[in-house]
């Protein structure tokens, strides 16, 4: 303080102007750091997620890190030094070409044994990469389901069809109530064209997928003009719909029946409560209705307690008399079995 009374006064204002500047660019830095929310710090608790909640980068990584203390429960993160800003150049996907079977873009499947099938599909793929990569590193063939609005797609649905992983596409579709079904979503309240626009965005936002399955969806999967819009567009590229149930009163599988369009609806959903031993107990369900029915599709999401149930429940598959098994497997058998049955044709 002594020096600086020494010094001359247009000394001391050039120090203090120089000192606000200092101040000033370091708050900017700070927003800049912290950045404005996005969807890729999306949490919801259920199927059709009632309102969206971001988090901070750095405050996700501490509750993460939270949940690693419990006993028997799997390291977190697990070592996915692999995917970490991974290229992968020697996979190669063709292009979708309207007209293409779905089965074209199928992973391999063989059930030598004649096992119960079961797929396990995963929703609101590549948003959060830690969760997408832990996804991707469980046990294949999972079948994973982007949402076209997430970045970087295209290396990442490479690197999980490359680690033998089958892909869908999460359709945002407009929900009943004030849920953001995210940005591009199809609206009931929309003309033809601008369905179709949307849709088609969407279809080729990566290539692979062999399907489609809606993302939210409780309203316009029950609304009759505008899903066959959308099942007559799925026919024409050549893929086939997964109908994730968001409500009761979809029309999905009536009209897929009607427009000769393979539809398939899930079972169970795995983790619209947030619980181990809630998804546990789904699983439990899903190993019965195969059992019993000889397939059955279950949904979830790349949650932490999800990927951890998950990551146990896959490593002793064999002593449940079930076989993991692509969506395109499940969705062959249950068509086949509809034809059989006077359905499809």
Same mark, same amino acid.
């Given at each position: 303080?002594?020096?600086?009374?020494?010094?001359?006064?247009?000394?001391?204002?050039?120090?203090?102007?120089?000192?606000?500047?200092?101040?000033?660019?370091?708050?900017?830095?700070?927003?800049?750091?912290?950045?404005?929310?996005?969807?890729?710090?999306?949490?919801?608790?259920?199927?059709?997620?009632?309102?969206?909640?971001?988090?901070?980068?750095?405050?996700?990584?501490?509750?993460? *890190?939270?949940?690693?203390?419990?006993?028997?429960?799997?390291?977190?993160?697990?070592?996915?030094?692999?995917?970490?800003?991974?290229?992968?150049?020697?996979?190669?996907?063709?292009?979708?070409?309207?007209?293409?079977?779905?089965?074209?873009?199928?992973?391999?499947?063989?059930?030598?044994?004649?096992?119960?099938?079961?797929?396990?599909?995963?929703?609101?793929?590549?948003?959060?990469?830690?969760?997408?990569?832990?996804?991707?590193?469980?046990?294949?063939?999972?079948?994973?389901?982007?949402?076209?609005?997430?970045?970087?797609?295209?290396?990442?649905?490479?690197?999980?069809?490359?680690?033998?992983?089958?892909?869908?596409?999460?359709?945002?579709?407009?929900?009943?109530?004030?849920?953001?079904?995210?940005?591009?979503?199809?609206?009931?309240?929309?003309?033809?064209?601008?369905?179709?626009?949307?849709?088609?965005? *969407?279809?080729?936002?990566?290539?692979?997928?062999?399907?489609?399955?809606?993302?939210?969806?409780?309203?316009?999967?029950?609304?009759?003009?505008?899903?066959?819009?959308?099942?007559?567009?799925?026919?024409?590229?050549?893929?086939?719909?997964?109908?994730?149930?968001?409500?009761?009163?979809?029309?999905?599988?009536?009209?897929?029946?009607?427009?000769?369009?393979?539809?398939?609806?899930?079972?169970?959903?795995?983790?619209?409560?947030?619980?181990?031993?809630?998804?546990?107990?789904?699983?439990?369900?899903?190993?019965?209705?195969?059992?019993?029915?000889?397939?059955?599709?279950?949904?979830?999401?790349?949650?932490?307690?999800?990927?951890?149930?998950?990551?146990?429940?896959?490593?002793?598959?064999?002593?449940?008399?079930?076989?993991?098994?692509?969506?395109?497997?499940?969705?062959?058998?249950?068509?086949?079995?509809?034809?059989?049955?006077?359905?499809?044709?």
């Amino acid at each position: 303080m002594f020096l600086f009374l020494k010094i001359s006064k247009s000394q001391r204002v050039i120090i203090l102007l120089l000192g606000g500047l200092l101040v000033f660019s370091f708050g900017i830095a700070i927003g800049v750091y912290i950045g404005s929310p996005d969807y890729s710090g999306k949490t919801s608790s259920s199927a059709e997620e009632p309102g969206r909640r971001f988090v901070k980068k750095e405050v996700k990584a501490d509750i993460l *890190a939270k949940n690693q203390n419990s006993v028997d429960r799997p390291k977190f993160p697990p070592n996915l030094d692999k995917f970490n800003n991974k290229k992968v150049s020697d996979f190669k996907q063709k292009a979708r070409i309207p007209g293409t079977s779905w089965m074209s873009h199928a992973v391999p499947f063989e059930n030598s044994e004649n096992r119960p099938l079961v797929s396990i599909v995963l929703d609101d793929m590549g948003l959060n990469q830690l969760h997408s990569d832990w996804a991707v590193s469980l046990k294949a063939p999972l079948t994973l389901s982007y949402l076209p609005y997430a970045k970087n797609l295209a290396n990442q649905t490479q690197l999980a069809r490359a680690e033998g992983h089958e892909l869908l596409i999460h359709l945002p579709m407009e929900p009943r109530g004030a849920s953001d079904p995210g940005p591009g979503a199809l609206m009931v309240n929309m003309d033809q064209t601008e369905i179709k626009k949307r849709l088609a965005r *969407a279809l080729y936002v990566f290539p692979g997928a062999v399907g489609v399955n809606n993302h939210m969806g409780s309203l316009f999967t029950a609304d009759q003009r505008a899903m066959s819009i959308v099942l007559t567009e799925i026919k024409s590229s050549g893929q086939l719909f997964l109908d994730s149930l968001t409500t009761s009163n979809s029309l999905v599988a009536r009209l897929g029946d009607k427009l000769n369009v393979p539809v398939v609806s899930r079972d169970v959903f795995l983790d619209d409560i947030d619980k181990e031993d809630e998804i546990v107990r789904r699983l439990r369900e899903v190993e019965r209705v195969a059992l019993d029915k000889g397939t059955a599709i279950a949904i979830g999401h790349p949650r932490v307690t999800t990927l951890r149930v998950l990551e146990k429940w896959l490593a002793d598959l064999a002593e449940k008399k079930i076989m993991l098994a692509p969506l395109s497997a499940v969705a062959k058998t249950r068509l086949n079995q509809m034809q059989n049955d006077g359905g499809l044709n």
